[in-house]
């Protein structure tokens, strides 16, 4: 079955889809707010009642100015009577709350927009001790472990600037891009599977990484849950060529330079000293391979729920007990997929360190070409929380939402057991991008989440209707941004007018105290798909 047929099938052909369809001929606008109400200046409560068989509320996380986007979207929904299109953020957020074993709300945050199942910013949490908890595909998404990752260098913008051209040049030429890249890290069927159990134990032993690397990464760059044996054969197939690539889409590498610092004593911890620092961040994931992961899972999990019972508001929630046969056998493969993204993105930091050395004729050591943090935004992992008072296992499903753990967090590297665990916020091409820093309100209130960076505001056909090619060259152009791209119509797609204000999501996260701005860092070269 075909990823196009069977995302036809789940979508068209899901219950819930014709319950919403009918709840949107029956339900004004003006009823459908009635369930929503605002909390605080930064957030609003979704009601117990809002969809069918609620066990707990919801929560979003937006100001005023991200309010009217998500608002936007619910009205839309409402009057539109063609077919077609996901479920509105605030519908999924709600039906998310509806699943088994999800424990005290479902939670979107400022950068949540609509998605597959679960919105994309979307947190759910789920109790591993109730035999009924559920783990849903939907609530990790298709690119297992996209994740974000910062490499700091000692240089200043002004010696990158002259050569900022032939940088750019040289990142493209040795980071391949786009659909169906293939990568240059040799790699047997062999080797796939070690890299799928060992994740970032398998860079270093191969010489891709540096020792201190994994130690800058979450989970330490390997999950140990992982079992390849559970990834098949097409899965396999499609991620052995392109291990060390970058891909299309949204996911860039972006040469960037240290524009603001909000928190010095962290900035300091994290190597950065002054304004003006050069930076490199990488936004990549796990490629077909987590995409055929997910894919499998979901045809699996169609049968268990029919076997099991499992009631769900939309299909595309697919899921199963956590327990259960498919439910373990996800749990295994998606580990082995996020070893593969920590892999990739330590075979592009690799490439990375090789254009910079090559480039400015210095060893990437002297040019203190360390890794930041690498983070995760599409991912499930079993953590202990305060529920109720009791310290409980629960499987934290974050889509679109990156891991933001306090300072003293025995899961965090030494280094910043003062500060908070980095948390990196990607930017649009073209914009800004953050540093954040994990804080106790968010660990309490979020499990420990916050923002993953801007979240689209309008849909990608829409982006290449409404602007030109030339007219976003000549923004990047005019602010001093080289670009290099695979596909100009991902120019358009990806433009800063598609996406949210990512100083206001930031700021929005700040504000709420889930996490701490630390630094601003602004784009000089983009390297896209």
């Known amino acids: 079955v075909s990823t196009q047929s069977f995302f036809f099938f789940f979508f068209f052909f899901s219950p819930s889809f014709f319950f919403f369809f009918t709840q949107k001929m029956s339900r004004t606008l003006q009823q459908e707010m009635a369930y929503i109400t605002k909390a605080s200046p930064h957030s609003y409560n979704i009601r117990h009642d ?77 109790d591993m001790n109730n035999p009924e908890a559920i783990v849903s595909p939907g609530g990790v998404g298709f690119d297992i472990n996209c994740g974000v990752r910062l490499i700091r260098t000692n240089l200043m913008a002004d010696e990158v600037i002259p050569v900022q051209e032939k940088l750019a040049q040289m990142l493209f030429d040795h980071i391949p891009v786009g659909v169906g890249s293939q990568g240059v890290i040799p790699t047997s069927s062999g080797n796939l599977a070690e890299a799928l159990e060992m994740g970032m134990d398998w860079s270093v032993r191969e010489g891709y990484s540096w020792a201190e690397d994994k130690e800058h990464c979450e989970e330490y760059g390997r999950m140990l849950s992982a079992n390849p044996a559970k990834v098949s054969a097409r899965a396999r197939q499609r991620g052995l060529p392109q291990l060390g690539t970058l891909g299309a889409g949204n996911h860039y590498a972006e040469i960037q330079v240290v524009d603001e610092i909000f928190d010095r004593f962290a900035a300091k911890k994290m190597g950065i000293e002054r304004r003006g620092q050069v930076c490199v961040m990488i936004h990549s994931g796990s490629r077909g391979l987590g995409h055929q992961v997910a894919t499998d899972a979901l045809m699996a999990m169609e049968r268990a729920m029919s076997r099991d019972r499992i009631a769900v508001n939309d299909r595309q929630l697919a899921c199963a007990r956590i327990a259960s046969v498919e439910g373990q056998d996800y749990l295994g493969a998606m580990a082995a997929a996020a070893n593969y993204a920590w892999v990739n993105r330590a075979s592009m930091t690799f490439l990375t360190r090789q254009a910079f050395g090559k480039c400015f004729n210095q060893s990437p050591d002297d040019l203190d070409m360390h890794v930041i943090y690498d983070v995760s935004h599409n991912i499930a992992k079993v953590e202990e929380h305060m529920v109720d008072g009791r310290p409980t296992q629960l499987l934290v499903h974050r889509k679109g939402a990156t ?22 916020i990607g930017g649009t091409m073209g914009t800004c991008s953050y540093v954040l820093t994990g804080t106790e309100t968010g660990f309490v209130e979020t499990w420990g989440s916050t923002c993953h ?69 602004r784009p000089i070269a983009v390297i896209k798909g």
């Open 50 to 126: 809002f969809a069918p068989n609620m066990r707990v509320p919801g929560i979003v996380y937006v100001n005023d100015e991200l309010s009217g986007l998500l608002f936007d979207e619910l009205k839309h929904s409402v009057g539109r009577g063609d077919v077609g299109g996901f479920l509105p953020a605030l519908r999924q957020i709600a039906n998310v709350a509806a699943l088994p074993g999800i424990v005290r709300h479902s939670i979107g945050l400022p950068d949540v927009h609509s998605g597959y199942g679960f919105a994309i910013g979307n947190v759910a949490a789920f």
């Open 403 to 424: 891991r933001a753990f306090p300072p003293h967090h025995p899961l965090i590297p030494v280094d910043y057991q003062f500060t908070g665990q980095p948390v990196l």
């Open 453 to 521: 960076g801007a979240g689209r505001a309008s849909s990608r056909c829409k982006a290449r209707k409404n602007l030109s090619y030339q007219d976003v060259l000549s923004f990047l152009s005019d602010h001093g941004i080289s670009i290099r791209v695979a596909s100009p119509k991902l120019v358009m797609e990806e433009a800063p007018e598609s996406y949210k204000d990512v100083s206001a999501v930031v700021n929005t996260c700040h504000a709420a105290g889930i996490s701490n701005k630390a630094i601003k860092l």
